[in-house]
C-alpha cells in the first residue's frame, strides 16, 4: 500500500500537468481526475488514471475512494456564461467537497484566483502587499465563482473539520508573459513547494494564501503561504528583458476588469 494517495482534479489541465512530475513521491500514488484523460502512465511511474467530472457526483464519490488528499485543480478557468461556471465550478466544487467529505478526506486544496479579488487595488496595502486572506473583490463570473469556492472551503471546514487551503494563484506557467505576470508569477517549481507545504501542515485548519513567487516586484503578502513552511525560489524577474514593455495595471485583476461579464474568453 502506498504511504499516501493523492487525487488531482483537472489533471489534463494547464497546472494539472505541470505538476503531475513535480508531485511525483516515492511512497505517494497521484489518482489522475478529468473529462479528457491524462497522459497514461510512464513505466514505473505511480498513477492512477481515472476519466470522469467533478460535476458528477457518482465519478468523484469514486475517485475520492482510499483517498488522503485532494488537490482540486479542475474548472473553467477562465471568463465563460453564468451556467457553465455555475455548473462546473460552483456545484462541480460543492460535489468535490461532498464527495470528500462523505469518503473521510480530511485534507482539501481548492484552486482559487487573483480573480477573487481583481477588483482591488495594487498597492491598496502598502508595502507589503495584498494579505492572502483579504476580502473579496471579484472582476468576472469567473472571480465569484472562486470567491464561492473559498466559502464553500471555509464551511467544510467550520462544518466538518476538513483541513482546507485556498490558492489565490497569480499566474502559473513557465515563464511570465507580460509585465503584470512580473508582480504575479509563480513558477511551477514554487507551485509544487506550495502544494507540498498544503499537504505536510500539521496544523489543521482554513486558509487563503497567495499563491505566487517571491518576485522582486510583488504587489501581494506572502506571509500567509509562509507560515505554514512555504519557501519560494523562484523570481520573475529574471524574464524581466524577455517580457513586453508595458504598465502594471492599476487593478489586481487586470484585463479581466474590463472584459464583457459572461462571455468565454481566451485571456
Request: net charge negative; with cysteine.
Amino acid at each position: 500500500m502506498p504511504d499516501q494517495r493523492v487525487l488531482i482534479t483537472g489533471a489534463a489541465g494547464i497546472l494539472g500537468t505541470l505538476m503531475r512530475p513535480r508531485l511525483a513521491r516515492p511512497g505517494r500514488v497521484l489518482r489522475l481526475l478529468d473529462i479528457a484523460p491524462p497522459a497514461p502512465p510512464a513505466p514505473g511511474e505511480a498513477v492512477e488514471i481515472v476519466t470522469g467530472s467533478i460535476a458528477d457526483a457518482a465519478a468523484m464519490a469514486d475517485a475520492c475512494r482510499d483517498v488522503d488528499a485532494i488537490i482540486h485543480l479542475g474548472g473553467v478557468s477562465r471568463e465563460d456564461g453564468w451556467d457553465r461556471i455555475l455548473e462546473i465550478n460552483i456545484d462541480g466544487t460543492h460535489t468535490v467537497l461532498e464527495a470528500a467529505r462523505a469518503a473521510g478526506v480530511r485534507r482539501v486544496v481548492l484552486a482559487s484566483s487573483n480573480h477573487a479579488v481583481g477588483f482591488r487595488e495594487i498597492g491598496e496595502a502598502g508595502p507589503d502587499g495584498l494579505p492572502g486572506d483579504s476580502s473579496p473583490r471579484p472582476d468576472t463570473y469567473y472571480g465569484v465563482s472562486k470567491a464561492v469556492v473559498e466559502a464553500l472551503g471555509s464551511l467544510y471546514h467550520s462544518r466538518f473539520g476538513m483541513d482546507v487551503s485556498c490558492l489565490r494563484i497569480g499566474s502559473c506557467f513557465e515563464r511570465p508573459a507580460d509585465v503584470r505576470q512580473l508582480s504575479l508569477w509563480m513558477s511551477p517549481d514554487d507551485c509544487a513547494r506550495l502544494l507540498e507545504a498544503c499537504l505536510a501542515t500539521e496544523k489543521p485548519g482554513y486558509r487563503v494564501l497567495w499563491g505566487v513567487s517571491a518576485n522582486t516586484r510583488a504587489v501581494v503578502s506572502l506571509r500567509e503561504a509562509e507560515a505554514i513552511g512555504y519557501r519560494s525560489l523562484d523570481d520573475a524577474e529574471r524574464y524581466a528583458d524577455q517580457v513586453p514593455a508595458g504598465e502594471l495595471p492599476r487593478l489586481i485583476g487586470g484585463a479581466f476588469c474590463e472584459i464583457e461579464l459572461g462571455q468565454h474568453n481566451p485571456l
